[in-house]
């Protein structure tokens, strides 16, 4: 991504939040030599996305050379939904993937992410920014 694109999708993080109490993080690293589900979680821990009060940070994680990305939630989501909850945002992702529009897949991802939380975790009018908007790399 371009410096400009970052921030493109920074802002999607930011205009996603305040939607939602769930904390959306993009991390984004070349490769990833295990499933990116796996890598996932690991980065998720690594960025202290557990700390959230509802536990109900997002991490959206990609291995951009490898093409593959994953999206997991914490514990105060998956409490909550059914497991295909991500199937929609995944898709929407994906399919910019394979066209290489890897920041309309952050973008897009990051809309579907958030308009999917609202349903569960509504904006409350105390929110606080828990987890930094600042895309994260590997
Ligand atoms: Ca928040
Ligand atoms: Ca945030």
Same mark, same amino acid.
Do not use: C
């Given at each position: 991504?371009? !410096? =400009?694109?970052?921030?493109?999708? #920074?802002?999607?993080?930011?205009?996603?939040?305040?939607?939602?109490? /769930?904390?959306?993080? #993009?991390?984004?690293?070349?490769?990833?030599?295990?499933? &990116?589900?796996?890598?996932?979680?690991?980065?998720?821990?690594?960025?202290?996305?557990?700390?959230?009060?509802?536990?109900? +940070?997002?991490?959206?994680?990609?291995?951009?050379?490898?093409?593959?990305?994953?999206?997991?939630?914490?514990?105060?989501?998956?409490? !909550?939904?059914?497991?295909?909850?991500?199937?929609?945002?995944?898709?929407?992702?994906?399919?910019? *993937?394979?066209? /290489?529009?890897?920041? *309309?897949?952050?973008? %897009?991802?990051?809309?579907?992410?958030?308009?999917?939380?609202?349903?569960?975790? &509504?904006?409350?009018?105390?929110? %606080?920014?828990?987890? =930094?908007?600042?895309? =994260?790399? +590997?």
């Amino acid at each position: 991504l371009t !410096k =400009s694109e970052e921030q493109e999708v #920074v802002e999607a993080i930011r205009v996603a939040e305040k939607n939602t109490s /769930g904390e959306i993080r #993009v991390h984004i690293e070349k490769e990833t030599s295990i499933a &990116p589900i796996d890598r996932a979680v690991e980065v998720f821990h690594e960025l202290k996305m557990d700390l959230t009060q509802e536990r109900n +940070g997002v991490i959206i994680y990609i291995a951009a050379k490898s093409k593959l990305f994953a999206i997991y939630g914490d514990k105060g989501i998956n409490d !909550k939904v059914s497991t295909d909850f991500w199937n929609t945002t995944k898709d929407i992702m994906l399919n910019h *993937l394979k066209n /290489g529009e890897n920041k *309309l897949a952050l973008v %897009k991802g990051i809309e579907s992410a958030g308009k999917q939380l609202k349903k569960y975790f &509504p904006y409350q009018d105390d929110d %606080k920014d828990e987890l =930094s908007n600042e895309i =994260s790399k +590997g």
